[in-house]
């Protein structure tokens, strides 16, 4: 109902400027509104509570990248559908959806370029493609980029977030664990750094696989981390769960990660990891 309308057409007040869509986003964890830009100035972190906000592929390299400059490689493996998946719809039609819906082949981006003038290799999964689910197409990629770190002899980086394997693809996922965990092992080898970063959240396959195994375990603040969720465990147990159980601060007190370090650090902290492990290895 409108406080007033006046009938001169040139002052009605009941006629509101409309703000463009977008322009303010709400905060979950405060339910304050924050501008867009002031946002993407701070890499997608609430400067006022430090919450973080789910971010992809894009965002991690335009900020850890020189310049946002890198090589992509890996890009011609794209996903296709050998059991012929059928759920709800036809996991063919699923991934056309979200290729179309997300701009990217596959829920995993692997870049080469240099990061505080150190040549790396990053690998960021896309929690928007399908809950950032590993599938043959996913370990594939994460397998070239482990062997051109190691071919190269450049530091790798794996940024994680993910739901877990693919169901869609049944067997063929979850033997992407064994995958990748044996190319790291190779990675290891050779004495090339690996350092995972955990977001929120990065859960199942993935936590039991190549999250898990690298030289230094870091974690962005309040991630989900964990194999199964809170909900299956409690009803696994019969019991209730610690306060901030499988949250990164959880996890920092409890042995499982080496750091927490929020984003608009993050450059620098991976910065100066690498540079101790490259001391550490040229001894």
Not at 108 to 127: E, H, P, S
Not at 162 to 179: N, T
Not at 252 to 275: A, C, M, S, V
């Amino acid at each position: 109902m409108a406080w007033f309308k006046r009938k001169d057409k040139n002052i009605q007040t009941d006629q509101r400027k409309e703000m463009p869509e977008g322009v303010w986003v709400k905060v979950p964890k405060t339910g304050e509104t924050v501008h867009r830009r002031e946002l993407e100035d701070n890499q997608w972190v609430d400067p006022l509570s430090g919450y973080h906000f789910r971010i992809g592929s894009d965002e991690y390299f335009s900020f850890l990248f020189d310049d946002g400059e890198f090589e992509e490689i890996g890009q011609d493996i794209v996903p296709t559908d050998p059991l012929e998946f059928e759920d709800r719809k036809k996991y063919s039609d699923r991934l056309d959806e979200y290729q179309e819906k997300t701009g990217q082949s596959d829920a995993v981006r692997v870049g080469i370029g240099k990061m505080n003038d150190l040549d790396v290799v990053i690998t960021c999964m896309d929690f928007s493609f399908i809950g950032g689910s590993m599938g043959s197409v996913v370990g594939e990629r994460i397998a070239m980029a482990i062997d051109h770190a190691r071919e190269n002899e450049r530091p790798l980086i794996i940024i994680s977030q993910s739901g877990g394997a693919r169901m869609m693809e049944s067997v063929l996922s979850l033997m992407q664990m064994a995958k990748t965990s044996a190319k790291l092992a190779q990675l290891e080898e050779s004495g090339v750094p690996y350092i995972s970063l955990m977001t929120n959240p990065t859960t199942g396959g993935v936590t039991a696989s190549f999250a898990m195994l690298g030289d230094f375990n870091i974690a962005e603040p309040e991630a989900l981390i964990g194999f199964a969720g809170p909900r299956v465990i409690r009803q696994t147990i019969g019991r209730d769960l610690p306060d901030g159980f499988q949250r990164s601060e959880y996890l920092l007190e409890h042995g499982f990660l080496d750091f927490i370090t929020p984003r608009n650090q993050i450059k620098g902290k991976l910065t100066n990891l690498i540079k101790i492990l490259l001391h550490k290895h040229e001894k």
